[in-house]
């Protein structure tokens, strides 16, 4: 059963220069979390507006639990589709305790069934403690968990969290993360999740949609979206890649830093790209190498180093904390991936697994 199906949505602000929301579609499995991912301003919120149903869409379908909820001629309002919403901040009743912020959508229900799942609830985000206290009295992440408690109460067919940890610190943030998806996993709970945080997209969406430009580029489960990125900017965006030039050869490409065994089904002579993150490349002190260190940034569990090659073009490459190679130190990279790397024909956005040497591609 799918929780939610979007067909073809487009929605245009009245000042907007080019439509927030761009003929989108995707689908959700029921008990399924789907991260919405990609830079701010392209899309996400209003996304989960035009599910929700506080925007009209321009064009498209939006099916909730298979029930039609916008559509040309439908319109359901918010309060009637069924769906809990948690926003980054809170948004919680200050005039209401824990218990009855937890307890709203359930009005009109029996006293005992009320009792019975908000005490599940608070139990289940553990903040039985503090049903009689006051959103003013708790912190940034109790906070966080009553909205939460508060959006799955009523057993919504669909959760809907606009970057619901992006107002507390880092610690908390990712303790955070580590308990809610748990505790949604637990409940079932269909989620669409929003964030600008490749870490967080990763880590809590069983599939990930990565937006740019109102545009969905891919969906796919974390590691189709990281190792098997189907255009340059999901490259780019999630992974942090650096293009390396190359051309196609027999079995493989060449590359100013080597040849790279890849099996590549592009014309021999094709130039292309190679996406490399820091992870794929290595190096080692050598007078004779092909490029100098330029900068060393430590980062705790890793050194982040910066090469640059002789061509001018820099790579980044991970060594661990304690391999500290100086500043200025002449080494020779190489790429130690160890498994298959996203190709781009030059010039095109697209990876060479989708690339269609007929299709006439704009320039990226
Ligand atoms: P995201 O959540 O990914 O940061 P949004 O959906 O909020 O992106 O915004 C997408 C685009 O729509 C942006 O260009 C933004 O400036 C514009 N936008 C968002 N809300 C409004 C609005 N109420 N009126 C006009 N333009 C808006
Ligand atoms: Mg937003």
């Given amino acids: 059963m799918t929780s939610l199906e979007v067909q073809y949505l487009s929605k245009q602000y009245p000042n907007g220069l080019y439509p927030a929301v761009n003929d989108i579609s995707f689908n ?35 099916r909730i639990g298979g029930r039609l909820a916008a559509s040309q001629l439908t319109f359901i309002p918010p309060e009637k589709r069924g769906i809990g919403m948690v926003f980054q901040d809170h948004a919680l ?22 009792q019975q799942t908000v005490y599940e609830l608070l139990d289940l985000v553990g903040l039985m403690p503090l049903e009689k206290r006051f959103p003013h009295a708790l912190s ?99 992974g942090n890649s650096s293009f390396l030039p190359g051309k196609i050869r027999t079995d493989g490409i060449n590359t100013e830093v080597g040849f790279l065994l890849q099996s590549v089904s592009l014309p021999e002579d094709m130039n292309v790209e190679v996406a490399v993150r820091a992870d794929d490349v290595n190096f080692l002190p050598d007078r004779t190498g092909n490029g100098v260190v330029l900068r060393r940034v430590y980062r705790g569990m890793m050194n982040l180093y910066s090469i640059k090659l002789d061509s001018g073009r820099t790579l980044d490459a991970f060594k661990e904390h304690t391999d500290i190679i100086p500043e200025g130190t002449r080494v020779n990279i190489f790429i130690d991936a160890g498994h298959p790397l996203c190709v781009f024909p030059q010039g095109v956005e697209i990876n060479h697994k989708n690339f269609n040497p007929a299709a006439k591609y704009p320039a990226c």
């Avoid at 989960?48 to 379908?61: H, M, T």
């Avoid at 218990?99 to 069934?113: P, S, T, Y």
């Avoid at 809907?160 to 079932?188: A, H």
């Fill in 28 to 62: 959700m499995q029921n008990g399924e979390i789907l991260a919405l991912v990609g830079p701010s301003g392209c899309g996400k919120t209003t996304t989960l507006r035009l599910i929700a149903g506080l925007e009209r869409p321009d064009s498209g379908d939006i």
């Fill in 93 to 114: 009743f200050p005039h209401l305790t824990v218990f009855d912020n937890v307890a709203f959508g359930l009005r009109g229900r029996k006293k005992i069934e009320i």
């Fill in 140 to 238: 940034g992440g109790e906070k966080q968990r009553v909205a939460l408690a508060r959006a799955l109460a009523p057993r919504p067919v669909l959760i809907l969290m606009d970057e619901p940890f992006s107002s507390l610190d880092t610690d908390l943030r990712i303790g955070m993360r580590e308990q809610v998806r748990s505790l949604l996993k637990t409940m079932q709970a269909s989620v669409v999740f929003v964030t600008h945080d490749q870490e967080e997209a990763l880590f809590m969406g069983d599939r990930l949609a990565v937006f740019q430009k109102g545009k969905i580029q891919q969906i796919g489960t974390p590691e189709q979206i990281y190792q098997e990125s189907a255009t340059r900017f999901v490259a780019e965006f999630m």
